[in-house]
């Protein structure tokens, strides 16, 4: 009898049936999905939603406490800080994500040249990974955005680089093991040329590890740009960024205006906690092993 395909209509609701089961069956997962929708929510809707302007100053409200006015006080020229820790998440995000997308498509790309026909193409690729990661990668982040300017842009390419040795190796690893595995060589008999082998049945079974290694590299990548910021490498000021508002209010600690550093290192530590929860979640959605 011959099997009927399924109709895209189908696939859609199959794939939606599949992640909600994924998010039912893991708490933790929800709650991380949960939060990440807060984020992006923040990120999309912040700017609009804010109470105050970000960038505008008053003088007679500087370094004011936590109040009912301002939930998050203000800093030493007066600005709200609530409204600048809400608008800077689509920022740092928007460098996240970017940067991630960005080594990830090309380790991939790399990685499965290097792992599927091996030869020079192997050989080059992994001198060049180990010249990047030869370097303390923070450090070789510093170097190129000092090289190129600090611009968003520049960050985000920085942030690239450093992260994608991670995708390379880890693509190179999962289809070298699988280039020769039964289901490969069948795809080949039945007349898919290697690139078809190579996209629609070997990469996708490397996709699991990969999602986890993806929701921690958003973590990282956050961390990079906020560090870059903190040692004036990134985004100038007055943009409103977490790593440039921990950088100021680190000033003011001593003086009591905890406020100042508190909150934006907050709002980066959640967004740091809630990436490295999407891990296991993300893993269970790609994995093919675990679709009924």
């Known amino acids: 009898m011959t099997e009927i395909p399924l109709q895209p209509a189908a696939k859609t609701q199959g794939s939606l049936d599949h992640v909600f089961y994924v998010l039912k069956a893991n708490p933790v997962t929800l709650i991380a999905f949960a939060m990440f929708a807060l984020l992006i929510f ?4 912040g700017p609009a939603l804010v109470p105050y302007d970000p960038l505008a100053t008053n003088a007679s409200n500087a370094l004011q406490p936590p109040s009912a006015a301002h939930w998050f006080g203000t800093d030493n020229v007066g600005r709200d800080m609530f409204s600048r820790v809400i608008v800077a998440t689509r920022l740092d995000l928007s460098i996240s994500v970017a940067a991630v997308a960005l080594s990830f498509v090309v380790g991939s790309v790399l990685g499965c040249i290097a792992g599927y026909w091996g030869g020079w193409p192997d050989i080059i690729l992994n001198r060049f ?40 190796r880890l693509v190179r690893a999962e289809v070298n093991i699988r280039r020769d595995a039964g289901f490969a060589r069948a795809a080949k008999l039945a007349g898919n ?6 996209a629609f049945h070997i990469f996708p079974n490397a996709l699991p590890p990969m999602m986890v290694q993806v929701s921690l590299n958003l973590g ?3 961390l990079n740009a906020a560090g870059l910021s903190f040692i004036g490498l990134g985004v100038s000021p007055p943009t409103a960024e977490w790593g440039i508002m921990v950088a100021e209010g680190a000033n003011f600690i001593v003086s009591g205006e905890w406020w100042l550093a ?22 269970d959605i790609v994995d093919p092993r675990k679709r009924s």
Do not use: H, K, Q
């Open 42 to 45: 923040s990120a999309v809707f």
């Open 129 to 168: 990974l180990d010249t990047i990661m030869a370097f303390p990668l923070f450090v070789l982040a510093m170097g190129i955005v000092a090289a190129l300017g600090n611009t968003i842009e520049n960050i985000i390419y920085a942030t690239a680089i450093i992260n994608m040795p991670f995708y390379a």
């Open 193 to 198: 040329s290697d690139l078809r082998v190579l």
């Open 220 to 222: 990282w990548a956050i």
């Open 262 to 283: 508190v909150f934006p290192g907050l709002w980066l530590m959640i967004a740091v906690f809630t990436f490295n929860l999407l891990g296991d979640g993300l893993r």
